[in-house]
């Protein structure tokens, strides 16, 4: 209990209230987390089969599930996913959903956020062809008290919305019965869902999850004990980073011992030109897909197009260990 403790108060000293969302933060930079080396070769190969992945863009449709673990967690999910219909069209509630079976990516937000303020990003992976379900946290998204200290709670609300996410490939009349490929999951989250997200593969480890996306993300708070069967990593952080220095995500990257790599922005903040619509996006989201691609569907053509996607316009470096 001591240790835990220690760990929360460490946390609440990084992700303090408003700090960690993406917007109207104050600075403030985060201890550096103890670094080591990898301790486990890199393989070739991702964790899933090869499968079918998406030779084109799709349109993508929006719904909302209203969740609530345990009757007092309240976590409404916006799920974003392939549909019928012209690709490059705004999201459309309802939408047939395309036909396919998908990948499922779990995505968790920042602190004082809210999924749409991701949008940009996650409706660019939907159209790639994954299933991307995003709960509002009820403690430290938007409209929430902003107790950070949640955060550790979080991670068990992800393998929550899992749980009900994958369940509607089976629902009787569900519109995504039968288009979800529940053997395919990953999780991704920035800052203080980054943090969420590290939980998933270390205390909290989910066992389904075959990847993971980390934006802005530190370990404190959560560990770098990471357990379980490999799972590839990709880490994104901006070396002018604000909120959660450079150094600490670097820190906990350092410690994964699967196949991982991390995209570094040097001139990246703490997610504003990140979430913006704009060069750095593009880069971002073209070597996430990638990643993605590679790591859900077992796509080699997409891990092989990642280092450029990563450096084109010199916008980033990427150091790839997969």
């Excluded at 880490?235 to 994964?256: C, I, N, S």
Aim: hydrophobic share 45%.
């Amino acid at each position: 209990m001591l240790a835990r403790r220690t760990l929360a108060l460490l946390t609440s000293a990084v992700l303090t209230a408003g700090v960690v969302g993406c917007a109207d933060a104050e600075p403030q930079g985060s201890p550096a987390a103890p670094a080591g080396p990898s301790t486990a070769a890199a393989t070739p190969s991702p964790r899933v089969s090869a499968g079918t992945a998406p030779t084109r863009s799709h349109a993508v449709g929006v719904r909302q599930l209203r969740l609530n673990r345990d009757g007092d967690r309240a976590l409404p999910t916006t799920l974003w996913y392939p549909a019928r219909g012209d690709a490059g069209d705004a999201p459309r509630r309802g939408a047939t959903a395309a036909a396919g079976r998908f990948p499922v990516v779990v995505f968790s937000h920042g602190l004082g956020a809210r999924p749409d303020d991701y949008a940009a990003l996650l409706t660019r992976w939907a159209a790639a062809g994954f299933v991307v379900a995003a709960p509002t946290f009820p403690r430290t998204g938007r409209g929430g008290d902003g107790n950070v200290l949640d955060v550790l709670n979080q991670p068990a609300d992800v393998s929550y919305v899992l749980d009900e996410v994958l369940a509607l490939d089976d629902a009787d009349g569900d519109p995504l019965r039968g288009r979800l490929d529940t053997d395919r999951v990953a999780a991704a989250g920035h800052s203080a869902g980054g943090v969420t997200t590290i939980g998933l593969f270390t205390a909290g480890r989910d066992d389904r999850l075959d990847a993971g996306v980390v934006f802005a993300g530190t370990a404190l708070g959560v560990g770098t004990a990471f357990a379980g069967a490999a799972a590839p990593q990709l880490f994104v952080h901006g070396e002018l980073d604000e909120v959660v220095e450079y150094a600490a995500g670097r820190a906990a990257y350092d410690r994964v011992p699967w196949p991982k790599a991390m995209l570094s922005l040097p001139d990246g903040d703490h997610g504003r030109g990140l979430l913006a619509d704009g060069a750095t996006l593009r880069v971002v989201s073209d070597t996430t897909v990638g990643f993605l691609r590679w790591s859900l569907y077992g796509d080699p053509a997409a891990k092989r197009r990642m280092t450029a996607d990563a450096t084109r316009g010199g916008l980033a470096t990427l150091d790839d260990r997969l």
